[in-house]
Nanobody, 128 residues
C-alpha cells in the first residue's frame, strides 16, 4: 500500500519561507507524478503545483508562480514544495498526492480526480 506523509508546515510570518516534504513509501519506484493541493477553511481543495514522473515538467497555479517551486529527490522518495514570500492567503492545509500509473512519464496533472493516493496534510498558517 502506498503511503504519503507530509511535513514541514507551521506558523510563519508573511514574507517567510518554508519547505514542505512529501515522503512516499510502499512501492519500488518513486518516479510517479506528484502534486500538491491545498485547502483553506471553508473552501474546496485547490491545485498548487505538480511534477511529472520523469521530473522534466512542472506546473503551478497562477497565484504561486514565481514563489513556489516543486522538486523531487528520487533517492529519498520525497517530493518537496519550496514556498517563498508567503502571504496570509496561502494559509491552508497542504496535501500531496500521487498516481498509481505513469511511471517516468512526462505529464503532470492538475485535477484531484487524477490522483490515487493522498497524504493527511500539513498545516501552513501565515500571519500578517
Amino acid at each position: 500500500q502506498v503511503r504519503l506523509v507530509e511535513s514541514g508546515g507551521g506558523l510563519v510570518q508573511a514574507g517567510d519561507s518554508l519547505t514542505l516534504s512529501c515522503a512516499a513509501s510502499g512501492r519500488t519506484h518513486s518516479n510517479y507524478p506528484v502534486a500538491w493541493f491545498r485547502q483553506a477553511p471553508g473552501k474546496g481543495r485547490e491545485f498548487v503545483a505538480a511534477i511529472s514522473g520523469s521530473s522534466t515538467r512542472t506546473g503551478y497555479t497562477d497565484s504561486v508562480k514565481g514563489r513556489f517551486t516543486i522538486s523531487r529527490d528520487s533517492a529519498k522518495n520525497t517530493v518537496y514544495l519550496h514556498v517563498n514570500s508567503l502571504k496570509p492567503e496561502d494559509t491552508a492545509v497542504y496535501f500531496c498526492a500521487t498516481k498509481e500509473t505513469d511511471l517516468f512519464g512526462t505529464n503532470y496533472y492538475t485535477e484531484t480526480i487524477a490522483y490515487d493516493y493522498w497524504g493527511q496534510g500539513t498545516q501552513v498558517t501565515v500571519a500578517s
